[in-house]
């Protein structure tokens, strides 16, 4: 699966190779956090500043948010903590790096590992011939 985000139009979009479909979503602009918090109001959450760092080669400021769920938040016997590290480009304003410890889940890291600066190659968003676009809107299946 190949996903392309256009973060000015607030637009993901997916292709699949198998059913042959090109997905368009849009992504609405809202805090998380505010959010996360709305919907678990006993969450204790803290926020970290992990100052600048460079990252495939691009300045990145980084940020660490821990989640601590209270005992029965979730259906847990006792309380937990959910860590997320995030480092975003200064310059391009795009995530670099996200690191997500979550003890349900397990680890995750999503790394940029090559940035070639510039505009992309046009054929990158030309949907492939034999698939289909489908709209997509929040709440719909895949």
Same mark, same amino acid.
């Given at each position: 699966?190949?996903?392309?985000?256009?973060?000015?139009?607030?637009?993901?979009?997916?292709?699949?190779?198998?059913?042959?479909?090109?997905?368009?979503?849009?992504?609405?602009?809202?805090?998380?956090?505010?959010?996360?918090?709305? /919907?678990?109001?006993? @969450?204790?959450?803290? +926020?970290? $500043?992990?100052?600048?760092?460079?990252?495939? &080669?691009?300045?990145?400021?980084?940020?660490?948010?821990?989640?601590?769920?209270?005992?029965?938040?979730?259906?847990?016997?006792?309380?937990?903590?959910?860590?997320?590290?995030?480092?975003?480009?200064?310059?391009?304003?795009?995530?670099?790096?996200?690191? /997500?410890?979550?003890? @349900?889940?397990?680890? +995750?890291? $999503?790394?940029?590992?090559?940035?070639?600066? &510039?505009?992309?190659?046009?054929?990158?968003?030309?949907?492939?011939?034999?698939?289909?676009?489908?709209?997509?809107?929040?709440?719909?299946?895949?």
């Amino acid at each position: 699966m190949a996903i392309q985000c256009d973060v000015p139009a607030h637009c993901r979009n997916r292709m699949r190779p198998l059913p042959s479909a090109y997905r368009i979503q849009a992504v609405p602009n809202v805090d998380v956090r505010q959010q996360a918090q709305a /919907i678990h109001p006993r @969450r204790q959450v803290s +926020r970290e $500043d992990l100052g600048i760092r460079t990252i495939a &080669g691009i300045e990145a400021h980084g940020a660490r948010t821990t989640s601590t769920m209270p005992t029965g938040e979730v259906g847990n016997d006792r309380p937990f903590s959910i860590t997320s590290e995030k480092w975003m480009s200064t310059q391009y304003h795009i995530p670099l790096l996200n690191i /997500i410890d979550d003890p @349900r889940m397990g680890k +995750r890291t $999503d790394e940029v590992t090559e940035f070639q600066p &510039g505009e992309p190659d046009p054929r990158l968003f030309k949907i492939p011939e034999g698939y289909i676009v489908r709209e997509h809107t929040n709440g719909q299946p895949d």
